[in-house]
Protein backbone atom coordinates (compact mmCIF):
# COMPACT_ATOMS: atom_id res chain seq x y z
CA UNK A 1 0.00 0.00 0.00
CA UNK A 2 1.63 3.26 -0.97
CA UNK A 3 0.89 5.91 1.70
CA UNK A 4 -0.79 9.14 0.23
CA UNK A 5 0.83 12.68 -0.13
CA UNK A 6 -0.93 15.01 2.36
CA UNK A 7 -1.25 18.73 0.70
CA UNK A 8 0.73 21.86 2.22
CA UNK A 9 -2.91 22.69 2.86
CA UNK A 10 -3.67 19.71 4.75
CA UNK A 11 -0.89 20.46 6.67
CA UNK A 12 -1.49 23.64 7.99
CA UNK A 13 -4.90 22.56 8.50
CA UNK A 14 -3.57 19.65 10.10
CA UNK A 15 -1.91 22.36 12.70
CA UNK A 16 -4.56 24.83 13.08
CA UNK A 17 -6.84 21.20 14.71
CA UNK A 18 -4.40 20.87 16.83
CA UNK A 19 -4.22 24.48 18.04
CA UNK A 20 -8.03 24.74 18.67
CA UNK A 21 -8.80 21.33 19.68
CA UNK A 22 -10.17 22.54 23.40
CA UNK A 23 -11.07 20.56 26.72
CA UNK A 24 -15.19 21.82 26.23
CA UNK A 25 -17.10 22.71 29.34
CA UNK A 26 -20.74 23.44 27.46
CA UNK A 27 -22.34 21.32 25.35
CA UNK A 28 -25.33 21.62 23.03
CA UNK A 29 -28.38 19.20 24.50
CA UNK A 30 -29.18 17.46 20.71
CA UNK A 31 -27.39 14.38 19.51
CA UNK A 32 -25.36 14.16 16.84
CA UNK A 33 -26.06 12.99 14.03
CA UNK A 34 -26.65 9.55 13.62
CA UNK A 35 -23.76 7.57 12.72
CA UNK A 36 -21.05 10.08 13.37
CA UNK A 37 -20.26 9.35 17.26
CA UNK A 38 -19.68 5.83 15.96
CA UNK A 39 -17.78 7.02 13.12
CA UNK A 40 -15.72 8.72 15.34
CA UNK A 41 -15.02 5.95 17.55
CA UNK A 42 -14.03 3.82 14.65
CA UNK A 43 -11.45 6.96 13.98
CA UNK A 44 -10.34 6.30 17.05
CA UNK A 45 -9.35 2.76 16.82
CA UNK A 46 -6.60 3.93 14.61
CA UNK A 47 -4.17 5.06 17.26
CA UNK A 48 -1.12 2.91 18.05
CA UNK A 49 -1.04 0.57 20.52
CA UNK A 50 1.40 -1.28 22.56
CA UNK A 51 2.11 -4.58 20.54
CA UNK A 52 -1.10 -3.81 18.71
CA UNK A 53 -2.69 -4.89 22.08
CA UNK A 54 -5.93 -2.40 20.94
CA UNK A 55 -6.61 -2.23 24.91
CA UNK A 56 -9.11 0.69 24.81
CA UNK A 57 -12.80 -0.41 25.00
CA UNK A 58 -15.35 2.86 24.78
CA UNK A 59 -19.21 2.14 25.91
CA UNK A 60 -21.66 4.36 24.85
CA UNK A 61 -23.43 5.05 28.08
CA UNK A 62 -27.15 6.11 27.32
CA UNK A 63 -29.38 4.62 29.64
CA UNK A 64 -30.73 7.49 31.93
CA UNK A 65 -30.27 5.09 34.99
CA UNK A 66 -26.71 4.39 34.35
CA UNK A 67 -25.63 8.26 33.66
CA UNK A 68 -27.71 8.96 36.95
CA UNK A 69 -25.12 6.41 38.57
CA UNK A 70 -22.27 8.65 36.56
CA UNK A 71 -23.13 11.36 38.06
CA UNK A 72 -23.50 10.42 41.64
CA UNK A 73 -20.45 9.02 41.22
CA UNK A 74 -18.57 12.06 40.23
CA UNK A 75 -20.78 14.44 42.64
CA UNK A 76 -19.12 12.19 45.73
CA UNK A 77 -15.46 12.44 44.07
CA UNK A 78 -15.76 16.26 43.47
CA UNK A 79 -17.14 16.84 46.85
CA UNK A 80 -14.28 14.92 48.30
CA UNK A 81 -11.93 16.78 46.10
CA UNK A 82 -12.97 20.34 47.05
CA UNK A 83 -13.59 19.02 50.53
CA UNK A 84 -9.00 18.35 50.05
CA UNK A 85 -8.64 21.87 49.06
CA UNK A 86 -7.84 24.87 51.03
CA UNK A 87 -10.17 27.50 51.77
CA UNK A 88 -7.99 30.15 49.47
CA UNK A 89 -8.62 28.18 46.46
CA UNK A 90 -11.77 25.95 47.11
CA UNK A 91 -13.77 28.71 45.66
CA UNK A 92 -12.26 28.87 42.39
CA UNK A 93 -12.08 24.70 42.18
CA UNK A 94 -15.79 24.65 43.20
CA UNK A 95 -16.67 27.70 40.05
CA UNK A 96 -14.72 25.28 37.59
CA UNK A 97 -17.02 23.56 35.19
CA UNK A 98 -16.27 20.19 35.63
CA UNK A 99 -18.81 17.96 34.46
CA UNK A 100 -20.88 18.14 31.05
CA UNK A 101 -22.64 14.91 32.59
CA UNK A 102 -25.58 17.40 32.45
CA UNK A 103 -25.69 18.79 29.19
CA UNK A 104 -23.55 16.42 27.00
CA UNK A 105 -26.06 14.12 24.56
CA UNK A 106 -23.90 11.36 24.70
CA UNK A 107 -21.72 9.84 27.41
CA UNK A 108 -18.66 7.71 26.23
CA UNK A 109 -16.82 5.45 29.42
CA UNK A 110 -13.65 4.95 28.43
CA UNK A 111 -12.11 1.62 29.75
CA UNK A 112 -8.38 0.21 29.28
CA UNK A 113 -7.78 -3.74 29.44
CA UNK A 114 -4.99 -3.87 31.69
CA UNK A 115 -3.99 -7.24 30.20
CA UNK A 116 -5.17 -8.12 26.83
CA UNK A 117 -4.66 -11.16 24.85
CA UNK A 118 -4.16 -9.60 21.94
CA UNK A 119 -0.83 -8.80 21.26
CA UNK A 120 0.32 -11.66 23.33
CA UNK A 121 1.88 -9.19 26.02
CA UNK A 122 4.41 -8.25 23.14
CA UNK A 123 6.32 -4.36 24.35
CA UNK A 124 4.55 -4.65 27.76
CA UNK A 125 6.87 -6.73 29.56
CA UNK A 126 9.35 -4.29 31.89
CA UNK A 127 6.56 -1.20 31.45
CA UNK A 128 2.39 -2.80 31.77
CA UNK A 129 1.62 1.12 31.81
CA UNK A 130 1.96 0.71 28.51
CA UNK A 131 -1.55 -0.47 27.77
CA UNK A 132 -3.06 2.74 29.74
CA UNK A 133 -1.10 4.94 27.29
CA UNK A 134 -2.29 3.14 24.53
CA UNK A 135 -5.76 3.88 25.62
CA UNK A 136 -4.74 7.34 26.04
CA UNK A 137 -3.68 7.95 22.71
CA UNK A 138 -7.19 6.31 21.65
CA UNK A 139 -8.74 9.10 23.59
CA UNK A 140 -6.77 11.64 21.60
CA UNK A 141 -7.14 9.93 18.35
CA UNK A 142 -10.82 10.59 19.13
CA UNK A 143 -10.51 13.71 20.68
CA UNK A 144 -9.16 15.13 17.21
CA UNK A 145 -11.57 13.80 15.22
CA UNK A 146 -14.32 15.15 16.75
CA UNK A 147 -12.61 18.85 17.09
CA UNK A 148 -12.64 18.17 12.96
CA UNK A 149 -16.36 16.94 12.73
CA UNK A 150 -17.25 19.90 15.27
CA UNK A 151 -18.41 17.74 17.82
CA UNK A 152 -17.31 19.07 21.04
CA UNK A 153 -15.26 16.71 23.67
C1 LIG B 1 -4.80 13.19 31.15
C2 LIG B 1 -5.73 14.37 31.32
C3 LIG B 1 -6.49 14.47 32.45
C4 LIG B 1 -7.36 15.54 32.64
N1 LIG B 1 -8.13 15.61 33.77
C5 LIG B 1 -8.99 16.62 33.93
C6 LIG B 1 -9.82 16.66 35.09
O1 LIG B 1 -9.75 15.81 35.97
N2 LIG B 1 -10.70 17.66 35.20
C7 LIG B 1 -10.79 18.61 34.25
O2 LIG B 1 -11.61 19.49 34.41
N3 LIG B 1 -10.02 18.60 33.14
C8 LIG B 1 -9.12 17.62 32.96
N4 LIG B 1 -8.33 17.59 31.84
C9 LIG B 1 -8.43 18.68 30.84
C10 LIG B 1 -7.30 19.69 31.01
O3 LIG B 1 -7.54 20.52 32.13
C11 LIG B 1 -7.21 20.53 29.73
O4 LIG B 1 -6.89 19.69 28.67
C12 LIG B 1 -6.13 21.62 29.88
O5 LIG B 1 -6.57 22.60 30.78
C13 LIG B 1 -5.78 22.29 28.56
O6 LIG B 1 -6.96 22.82 27.95
P1 LIG B 1 -7.32 22.41 26.45
O7 LIG B 1 -7.55 20.92 26.44
O8 LIG B 1 -8.56 23.17 26.11
O9 LIG B 1 -6.14 22.76 25.58
C14 LIG B 1 -7.46 16.54 31.64
C15 LIG B 1 -6.68 16.43 30.49
C16 LIG B 1 -5.84 15.35 30.33
C17 LIG B 1 -5.01 15.25 29.05
Given amino acids: MTQPGFSGTFTKEFETLLR????????RRDP???GVL?????????????????????V???????RHAVREDF?????EALAARDGSDAGDYAR????GL????????????NDPAQGRGL????????????????IHTFWLAATAAGVGV
Fill in 20 to 27: WRRDVRHF
Fill in 32 to 34: VPA
Fill in 38 to 58: DGLLATACLAPSVGLSEPWRF
Fill in 60 to 66: RVDDPAR
Fill in 75 to 79: ARCNA
Fill in 96 to 99: LKLA
Fill in 102 to 113: DDAPHHVAVFSD
Fill in 123 to 138: GRGTMPQTTTWSTVMA
